[in-house]
């Protein structure tokens, strides 16, 4: 053992072990800087308060953290769904089973915005203007690439550099498209006319598509991968049922039933909307098991 000099500080095995730690100041840096790499002092530049208020620097940097989820979700439903068209189921739920995590940082993202009083977002919501989540242009191709298309929703976004990926959006096939395209190469009887509509219009559930689903779930152990892909499909959907259910909880917190940003009606807009599911068999098929 080594004696330690009377007086001496107590070696550091943390600060010995670290690389940035001694050495010298002007030399080189690494290759990969941490800040660098992440563009971190970009990102820390983002956050613009235009008012006094102690809540609005939190709002804004929620509402960028809400954003960066949703294209990053929209990075991991599109590997889905490429997966499934490569018929890799396995990788298909592997990558679902990774954006369950990030669904569930979502959902939790809300639990700052519930805990600001309706004094607290009036002291900045005037600033807000016309602005509203409602043009997210990454959520919007995520409802699309999920599979809930309404071509009437470009429009918001007709003025805006986002105008021409979330039109791209609309004409790709979506998850489900690709969910269903991979029932069909296994031999399911998943109605022509839904494999061949066109991929911007609305999807409509289908009576046969539940049929296809219902054939799954009745015998999981002959369609394993497909019956744990409808597993993990509908707690995709579940979770985003849950996100937009909070969103009206918050809402209504915040609220109570002002108008909403945006020009939406508020609460009865969202209450409408919470009502929708992704992936509809996948839902009704339980009441015909």
């Not at 707690?235 to 039933?257: I, K, M, N, P």
Request: charged content about 20%; some cysteine.
């Amino acid at each position: 053992m080594t004696a330690v000099r009377p007086g001496a500080a107590p070696a550091d095995p943390v600060g010995a072990s670290c690389p940035y730690a001694g050495g010298d100041p002007a030399g080189p840096a690494p290759a990969t800087a941490y800040a660098e790499y992440a563009r971190m002092d970009d990102l820390l530049a983002l956050q613009h308060p235009q008012t006094g208020a102690a809540t609005e620097p939190g709002f804004i940097i929620m509402s960028q953290v809400m954003e960066l989820l949703f294209e990053l979700l929209r990075t991991e439903f599109t590997t889905c769904r490429d997966r499934l068209a490569a018929d890799d189921v396995d990788g298909a739920l592997w990558t679902l089973r990774r954006s369950a995590r990030v669904q569930q940082v979502a959902l939790s993202s809300w639990d700052f915005f519930s805990a600001m009083t309706p004094g607290e977002f009036a002291e900045f919501r005037d600033v807000l203007g016309s602005a509203s989540g409602f043009q997210s242009a990454s959520y919007r191709r995520l409802e699309f690439l999920l599979g809930n298309k309404n071509p009437g929703m470009v429009e918001p976004h007709r003025h805006a550099s986002s105008h021409g990926p979330v039109r791209r959006q609309l004409s790709e096939p979506s998850l489900y498209d690709a969910a269903l395209a991979l029932l069909h190469r296994r031999g399911l009887p998943v109605p022509d006319a839904v494999l061949t509509r066109p991929p911007e219009e609305p999807y409509t559930p289908d009576s046969g598509v539940e049929g296809a689903w219902r054939t799954v779930y009745a015998d999981p152990a002959r369609y394993r991968d497909l019956h744990l892909l409808g597993e993990a499909l509908t707690d995709a959907a579940e979770s985003f049922a849950r996100w937009r259910y909070t969103h009206l909880a918050v809402v209504q917190r915040v609220l109570g039933g002002k108008p909403g940003t945006g020009g939406t009606d508020g609460v009865a807009w969202l209450d409408r909307i919470s009502g929708h599911r992704f992936f509809p068999e996948l839902w009704s098929v339980r009441s015909v098991l």
